[in-house]
């Protein structure tokens, strides 16, 4: 409630001290007929009281709203854009110039190794790849001379088993070749060096470097880490009571550090199974580009929840009064004295979501929906009726 809107409900507050009670006003010393018993869960006011309270009433409507989850989290990055850098066949660093918080791209050199073994596959590599050649046209000449029947078949088959060994011996040099970063298409006698250059395999920033000049790595040896923070993600807690209310498509808005900046994203995954502590994991991709988020950081997360139809009321029209939430519905009309007065009746319900200046109500077994008619403003008032009446006491 405004400042304004307060003043006013104390002002009417006192105005009503002395017009209604829990019988519902003072009769007369003399008076001699038995004082009406008001119910507890009645209000009674004149009209002129009615007038000054501002009482407006209205019927509950069937709308969609979309409320918001608080939930907590951490940034995540996926599995193709976080990669541990290791040497397939270990070394020396000879050199290297990262540091972390480096900005790298997809194949620039990391650090250079140096490990005799690189010699000696390259070695072993141009030897079959020569001993492969001369075997490949020794083969097409013996296959050539045995279809004009000048060989025996067994002379054609020993050399058949001898080209297709030195062509596997070459592929499986190759490979390791590849494997520790050395192009076999580009390599000649005159090329063979002891030193690799070790290549990022992805694009993104150095987090960790474990290596310095002339230290001795194992192929197991995590050298560098490097992600790719263009494409992060949260991995949000929610608890299991709450599992119905996310789907697919939502929006999530987070904030880090206890920063006011707002930052944006979209569940694209919900979990399929429930932990032991009754909770269950949500995913959601970060939209656009964040500067200061970054893997591993807790993040406190709203999630706007899917639209229902509910039952809903403007939000002023439901009071709340010692951790319980009311309305006040139309009861009926009377006169007494010549004077009318109407009946309010004070109605428990439990509030759910507020949205646009609706909030949903979930009202009591057997409440007639279409009859009912309902306080929409003034309902603070009544409230304050009430309680001086004493019987939101009782």
């Known amino acids: 409630m405004s400042k304004y809107s307060i003043i006013k409900t104390a002002i009417f507050s006192i105005m009503l001290m002395g017009l209604v009670s829990c019988n519902g006003g003072k009769k007369s010393a003399a008076e001699t007929k038995p004082e009406e018993v008001i119910p507890e869960n009645i209000v009674e006011m004149r009209g002129d009281q009615i007038k000054l309270a501002n009482i407006e009433t209205g019927s509950i409507e069937m709308r969609s709203l979309s409320g918001t989850l608080k939930v907590n989290g951490i940034i995540a990055v996926a599995p193709q854009n976080l990669a541990s850098v290791c040497a397939p066949m ?200 964040c500067k200061n988020v970054l893997p591993g950081m807790y993040v406190n997360a709203t999630i706007e929840t899917s639209g229902n139809m509910v039952t809903t009321l403007p939000s002023d029209a439901v009071v709340s009064f010692e951790d319980k939430d009311y309305i006040f519905i139309f009861d009926k009309n009377k006169e007494e004295a010549g004077n009318p007065f109407t009946e309010y009746k004070i109605v428990e319900v439990h509030k759910g979501v507020s949205d646009g200046g609706y909030t949903e109500i979930i009202l009591p077994e057997g409440f007639d929906l279409k009859s009912a008619k309902v306080v929409i403003k003034g309902a603070y008032n009544l409230l304050s009726a009430k309680k001086n009446a004493g019987a939101m006491a009782c």
């Open 90 to 289: 270990g070394g020396f660093v000879k050199s290297t110039s990262l540091m972390p918080g480096n900005a790298v791209s997809k194949g620039q050199t990391l650090a250079v190794l140096e490990n005799q073994d690189f010699v000696d596959i390259q070695q072993r590599y141009l030897e079959a790849k020569n001993k492969f050649e001369f075997a490949e046209a020794d083969y097409k000449r013996h296959t050539e001379l045995f279809k004009a029947d000048v060989y025996s078949e067994q002379n054609v088959q020993q050399v058949t088993v001898d080209y297709k060994t030195l062509k596997a011996q070459v592929k499986a040099l190759e490979q390791k070749l590849n494997l520790i970063g050395i192009n076999p298409a580009n390599l000649h006698e005159d090329d063979i060096s002891s030193s690799v250059a070790l290549k990022s395999p992805i694009s993104g920033y150095v987090t960790k470097v474990n290596i310095n000049l002339g230290k001795s790595v194992t192929p197991a040896d995590v050298m560098f880490e490097i992600v790719n923070s263009d494409k992060l993600f949260l991995e949000l807690t929610l608890f299991e009571k709450d599992a119905n209310k996310i789907s697919k498509g939502q929006k999530a808005r987070f904030f880090i550090n206890n920063e006011t900046e707002k930052h944006e994203a979209v569940i694209y995954q919900t979990g399929q199974s429930i932990n032991a502590d009754k909770t269950y994991k949500v995913y959601a991709s970060v939209e656009g580009t």
